[in-house]
Nanobody, 126 residues
Framework: VQLQASGGGLVQAGGSLGVSCSAS????????VGWFRQAPGKEHEFVAA????????YYSDSVKGRFSISRDNAKNTVYLQMNSLKPEDTAVYFC????????????????????WGQGTLVTVSS
């Protein structure tokens, strides 16, 4: 299984940016996909997750109302649209997916995920 994150960049505070995660190597539509971020010197922080059909979405309190996660199973891709960005959103953003099919039991726990993308840097300037 391979995950490829892309779309990061530099944006001013209050701006918007979208990142995407493309997957290959197994049937995409059977697995939840999550986004995590890691700021320098910090642990992985849960950002958002989306169930295998896209019917259920989950967000951390810090991004709820500002970020939106979606997926296109026909394109094997998950998207994270980030609006009203703040300097504290600056981090490397990773997408990840577990080995358990049709499961969302531990969507906010990094150790539950088995496959990780390489990360894409999002920098929000003040």
């Amino acid at each position: 299984v391979q995950l490829q994150a892309s779309g990061g960049g530099l944006v001013q505070a209050g701006g918007s940016l979208g990142v995407s995660c493309s997957a290959s190597g197994r049937p995409f539509n059977r697995y939840l996909v999550g986004w995590f971020r890691q700021a320098p010197g910090k642990e992985h922080e849960f950002v958002a997750a989306i169930s295998w059909t896209g019917a259920s979405t989950y967000y951390s309190d810090s991004v709820k109302g500002r970020f939106s996660i979606s997926r296109d199973n026909a394109k094997n891709t998950v998207y994270l649209q980030m609006n009203s960005l703040k300097p504290e959103d600056t981090a490397v953003y990773f997408c990840a997916t577990p080995t358990e099919r049709y499961s969302n039991n531990n969507y906010n726990i990094p150790s539950w995920y088995h496959y990780w993308g390489q990360g894409t840097l999002v920098t929000v300037s003040s």
